[in-house]
């Protein structure tokens, strides 16, 4: 078996099926969706095709530009956060001795399997003024009564966080289970205590993958559609939630899709740039 | 009989050349070692045999029959891979019946032939070992028995002793050439020791950037290099650069040789091995002689090297201890270098680094 | 010292975690039909509400089938590819790969939106094979991580191996690569299966109206009806999902299967 490159129809074969899967059901709808969003409005339908700019002029008001702002500070904010917090907890994870990191690992992929609706009904009532953990501070002595900390900034925060967090694990998992502990175990005897290891050894010499998670988890946050509005008021709508909100209750599917188009190219320009800052420095 | 024959050979890489030409004739039952540096090519000749690269240019056939173009499962070549490459999801057993099995020869006569070669290579009994259990030395006879389970044409093995440690590897040594004069097998061994090759081969063939410089017997290759390259890569020799000055004489640093097979004229390169070099008493004169000076001594147990320095050539002699001349560093040596025990090399070309 | 801060940490860490587990888990034994919690009364009438009304056993019955018969289909759709990729040398199939790297990686709502526009082009609106479609091509980046990662794991030397012993393509593929490779596929179907039963709004879009799967009934009961069972059957998913990778675990190296490979290996 040589690897070479592919000759006759027969070895051509086996990528068929993928491919056509791939072109008919994921690069023909995006395209009509891309086609959708320069049609015209059919009210109390659907659309009609069209070429239209109308909905992407609607972007060019200050309202839009700060949903847009507010979605993508949001999504930058989980994304850090949530490695952050997971990058020296994975670290440690990986160091484990079989046994626990199996069951740690068991644990996190179970909580896969909560849904956004069940995360943020279950973050709206630990956060609730009747239910919260508000009631454990005041019978603490921390706080004076109960109160609620939910609908806020901070619980939609937490509850993103809380979603992006498993995702985050699993992607920084095996880059971090594959580190050569050899590296570390080196700085320690040159006189570094373990928090400086980690910091001076481990971070720098896993620094791409960590762009490349902050770049998942920041896209993965963009997404979030219902969280916003369990866990925030009007104001902390993301452009998501907006879409939805035109394509389901409104109607509107040619706006929600311009809406959608816009937000695509914003992630992906965004990305091209985290990759393009990660390569010149490298090069450097 | 079937012979193997190598026509022109070649292996590119984009501009990289790895085997430039190679044309080799091998008869059947030899045992051949193919040797050199790491890089020279060595390891791509054998897997083109193999039919696990594809050559760039050149013809291979086996029995007058061409088979450069036939895919290596077509091949009936059986072959050990350095990392011996045995399947981890399999027991020894069923490594070796592996080969059988896809050909869907009948489960019990799969075990009988498992056995038969497990025998075949000591290691009787191990078929239902898993081979996570094995050792480095048990492996290494699974993947060769696994290798000849169905009496391939040709035997080939890359690097296949340089996991395991000095010991075992000697005896491994004269075991596989046990085995192949036993079985009669076309063999074909790749490795950069030269002990290796000179121990087990019928025919070295000497690799370096991508070329031949010599195939022949062990004892030849040592006696009569083709090249500077092969000289100084088998053992150790002497070096001298000389020039033709009439027929049948050369001079080189501090006299004047008389030897045969000189070209009539221009450089040459003459080549002696240290136990060939003779000391006499110094200055004492004679044909083939040179003088000059001992720069140093180094006892090595069975014979003394010693270093002198002759006109700015160094040349080393190696001498029996009750040989040795009562001379010390700084005194005048002698030297004779007999006709019958240099040979002459074309000037220039590669001298291994 | 550092020892007994790493274990106060981990268990925050566990508690914020399973915070939310444990307030589901409190709701659905509510004795009434309130979502309260701390819950009033106990009683597990939930869990079995989720298999004896006829509207939840329909839904939970929709998403295991939409579930396994989706991830079945991504893992049709990624085997082949991952091993195209890694049998020939052909940059082009690269192209494939970023294609089927991309639908995860979108925000969920856009790719609703793209199958809903297609399935209505189409006239298919609707139809329930749609949503298992739709489901296989987004969750496809699952099984063909999880593949390329697996392919990537098969030493090439086994491959030549069995090749100079007269195996061909096809027996490779079957004696060699499969038997190294099945962890990987079990492990993207789990994935895919697992996504594919809690994922709401792709569902939503393209058969909300005809076909009603679990998510889609809990966003509804969280809108119009509150009742406990949507709390048990989150409870029994968190289960099932426990479950089913503690069997992984149990019997496979779900370590290396999420890809913790020594340098040796």
Redesign the interface.
Known sequence: ??R?APRSLAEHAPILFPALMLVVFFVIPFSLMIAVSVARRVPGGFYEPDLVFANYERFLTAFFGGVLAFSLELAGLVAVLAVGIGFPFTYRLARLPRAAQVRWLVFLLSILSLSEVIIGFAWSTLLSRTAGITNLFVALGLMAEPQSLTPSFGALLAGMVYQAFPYTVLVLYPALARFDPSLVEAARTLGSSPLRAFFTVVVPALRSTIAATLIMAFVFALGSYLLPQLLGRPQHWTLSVLITDQAIYQSNMPFAAAMAVFLVLVSLALVALALLAGRRREEA | MSALVLDGLTKRYGSFVAVHGASLRIPHGRFVCLLGPSGCGKTTLLRMI?????PSGGRLSIDDRDITDT?????????V???L?L???LTAGENIA??L???GVPADEQRRRAAELLELVRLPGAADRPVSKLSGGQRQRVAIA??L??EPKLF?LDEPLSALDAKLREAMQIELKQLQRRLGITTIVVTHDQREAMTMADLVVVMSQGRIHQAAPPMEVYRRPADAFVADFIGLTNLLDGAVAAPGMATVPGGTLTLPDLPPQGRVLLSIRPEDVLLRPPGEAGSNRLHGTLSFVRDLGASVEFRIDVAGAEIIALARPQDRPAVEPGGAVTVELPASACVVLPPGGERPS | MARKLNAVVAGLIALVLSAPILVVAGVSVNAKRSLDFPPNGFSLAWYAEVFTDAGWRGALVASLVVAAASAALAVAIAFPLAWFIWRWRAPWARAFEMLGMTPFILPPVITALGFLSFWTTFDQYGAPWTVVVSHAVFFVTLPLVTLSMGFAAV?R??V?????????DR?VLR??VM??VRPYVISGFAFAFVLSLNEYIVAYMVVGFTLETLPIKIFNALRYGYTPTMAAVTVLFVLLTGLVFGLIARFGDLPRLLGAWARHD
């Open positions: 078996m040589i070479r | 193999a039919g696990l690269e594809e895919p290596a499962h077509k091949r009936e070549f059986g072959m891979f350095q990392s490459a399947f981890p999801h592996y080969p099995r896809i050909r696994r290798a389970a169905l080939l | 030493d030397s086994y030549e191996a069995a090749s100079t012993m007269g195996a061909d027996t004696t060699v038997p190294l």
